[in-house]
């Protein structure tokens, strides 16, 4: 059977993940989700791990007042709450999207930068203000936060399962940083699948993930691979036209509760 096997929350965009057991899914995904972002102090341009592998050492934890518990080794707990009314706005960059968004003050920054090692501020994304999704693959009312490009990320346990023996060494799922894992059906299904519902919520699968050099990061160490795994092999059977995919990029259909061990139905 079916079933969601796994949810992960990143409440700071491309730092460590939420081991979650349940959370409420609305239009953006699910409640927190990279709704705060790293961005250079010069250009506005945001930062991951792609060029700052200690990102991945910040720990930020959404609370359900939408502020973020900061945590990182060798620094003090810091609590960020949502900029107010008379926060700073900053002009900041996701990919091809600008959008001003308010900016969450000069200690989260300060505290930020003893991390990363670089000047940073950290920047929210209330709801109004969130971005158009690619109409090319979604309807005009879907809008996503500060993720690459859609709401919510699927993959399943067999797809990393055949990876990781193609590879020869398993591989943690984190290394994709999916918000869905669903278990109990073949390798790469979910490449065919359009229209899922997991409980009573329906989602649209609308394209696979394309893959960047962030999969060679070790998402505990934030150690880069020597042999660039999985990028690797991924690229022998999984590219096209330029492109590696592992995974399925997803817009929810309706608000509401998930929770692990759900049953999830194919309907398309």
Known sequence: MLSLAALYRYPLKSAAAEVLSQSFVGAQGLIG???WMLVDVASGRFLTQRALPAIGRISALWQ??????LQ???LAE???TVPGSEAV?????????????????????????????????LVQVPEALARQVDQQYAQPADRVGF???????????????DLSTRVGRPLEMLRFRPNLVVTGCEPYAEDQWRRIRIGGLEFELVKGCSRCILTTLDPHTGER???R???????????REGEVYFGQNVLPRGCGELRLGQAVEILD
């Not at 359900?64 to 518990?69: C, E, N, Q, Y």
């Not at 490009?149 to 346990?157: D, K, M, R």
């Open 33 to 35: 989700d990279r709704r």
């Open 229 to 239: 795994e999985p990028l690797t092999t991924l690229k022998t059977y999984r590219e």
């Open 78 to 80: 810091l609590l960020v």
């Open 147 to 161: 993720a690459d490009g859609f709401p919510l990320l699927l993959i399943s346990q067999a797809s990393l399962g």
């Open 72 to 74: 990182a080794p060798g």
């Open 64 to 69: 359900v007042d939408g502020s973020l518990r």
């Open 89 to 121: 706005r900053r002009t900041v960059t996701v990919w091809r999207d600008s959008l001003e968004v308010p900016d969450a003050g000069d200690e989260a920054a300060q505290w930020l930068q003893q991390v990363i090692g670089q000047p940073c501020r």
């Open 225 to 227: 691979s020597a042999d």
